[in-house]
């Protein structure tokens, strides 16, 4: 189990810098144009993987929520689903003929709002899923659901269907904070739902919150937390809201006045962690936790914890194939990217291959060891040197010697504590992680210059 997390407010003036979240490494800005089917193809025959998850990407959502960076579409009309069905089902069919010999360990359905669909799209979704891929007996199968715009017997259906985790996007419960990001709902309607859900069958419940909205304070947020712990859902995000107006339009009609302070902020996310903790939660790291006998907790402490687009995950042996508009797969040592723009991924599939890849990036080995020390980092919080410099055939010290020169500040702070045999995160280190990983991020320098990410904390 990883240090518990040590709340010093000078490190945390000092460091609460902006950074990458690491879901993939390189990030997602590294990605290039010009990729095509051809490197999927390519990447599959390299792969040492036959075990996949699928992501598919619904972008539909009903009504605008202010605070959203998501790639989606705001409609009311149902026959755009089923557009998109139309070729989604040709992606599908042209992608699942290079998957023949896996098998499908993993389902998300990501968005936007999947819950958008109607339980007719939905059954359509899933019939189209399980004709062309292999799934294994066990097979988790998640969705995210917009709590709000939950059809009345839509939870029944997907358990019918064979879902058997949900992630609730709950981000406040105070009405003021709601009303403020364009997403009123009420306490009532979500604990009828998770009850719904339990008594459904789902095994994993899952909640995600966002701090630093408008017109939230820590008072208020720490009343929400209190509300959600009441429900008691097995894992929790709780992200830090990044406000980027100039890069998402939305996010424009949030006045900047109503935005809480960095301070208050900061409050906001020590008030989680410590109520979090306190009702008997694991820190998993960044903006997640779970309760202590939910498989994520269990993978950690056993070493086994992985991280990839999807965040933190116990699949971390799966290749993953996106499919839908925007989605990322990464496959073997490639990461590769569909078409933004609903029209053009719609262009891209009903042409030539049905595939609409256009953009990726192929790791070196450079790339690939680097992944393997951050995805250590920030799943273990712990690094095993001699595993390492075995795995890959190097001399440590020698190989990561700027990496080790970027570390020496977070050392002399007490971030981390360096062995010949391990780098361990401290417990003053760990809400940190993100800054602990760019030391060893040969792309970061260039990307910077480029973009501007979320803070830390």
Known sequence: MINLPSWDQSLINKYNISGPRYTSYPTALSLADGYKQQDMINAIAASKSRSLSLYIHIPFCSQLCY???????????????????????????????????????????????????????????MALVEQHFNFSDDAERGIEIDP???????????RKLGFNRVSFGIQDFNDDVQLAVNRPQSVQSVKGLISEARE????????????????????????TI????????????????????DRFAAQRKIKDADLPSA??????????????????????????????DNELAMAQNAGQLHRNFQG?????????????????????NAILQNEKELKHYYKAVQEGSSSAICKGVALTDDDTLRAAVIKQLICQFELDIPAIEKQFNINFASYFCEALQAL????????????????????????????????????????IKQTRFSRVI
Request: glycine share 8%; aromatic share 8%.
């Open 67 to 125: 605070y959203c960076g998501c790639n989606k579409v705001i409609t009311r009309h149902q026959s755009k689903a089923d557009l998109y069905l139309d070729n989604l089902a040709l992606e599908i069919a042209e992608q699942a003929t290079l998957f023949a010999d896996y098998n499908v360990e993993q389902l998300h359905l990501g968005g936007g709002t999947p819950t958008f669909l109607s339980a007719e799209q939905m059954s359509r979704l």
């Open 148 to 158: 709000r715009s939950l059809a009345d017997g839509m939870l029944v259906h997907l």
């Open 200 to 223: 459904l069958g789902f095994k994993s419940i899952n909640a995600d919150m966002i701090y630093g909205l408008p017109l939230q304070t820590p008072e208020s947020f720490k009343e």
């Open 226 to 245: 209190a509300q959600l712990i009441e429900l008691n859902p097995d894992r929790v995000s709780v992200f830090n809201y990044a406000h980027l107006p």
């Open 263 to 292: 301070g208050d902020k900061l409050t906001m996310f020590k008030n989680t962690l410590e109520q979090m903790l306190a009702a008997g939660y694991q820190f998993i790291g960044m903006d997640h936790f779970a309760r202590k």
């Open 312 to 332: 933190y995950t116990t699949h971390g042996q799966c290749d993953l194939l996106g499919l839908g508009v925007s989605s990322i797969s990464q496959i073997g």
């Open 408 to 447: 020496d500040p977070l050392l002399a702070d007490g971030l981390v504590s360096v062995s010949q045999d391990k780098i361990t995160v401290t417990a003053r280190g760990n809400l940190f992680i993100r800054i602990i990983c760019m030391c060893f991020d040969a792309h970061l320098q260039q990307q």
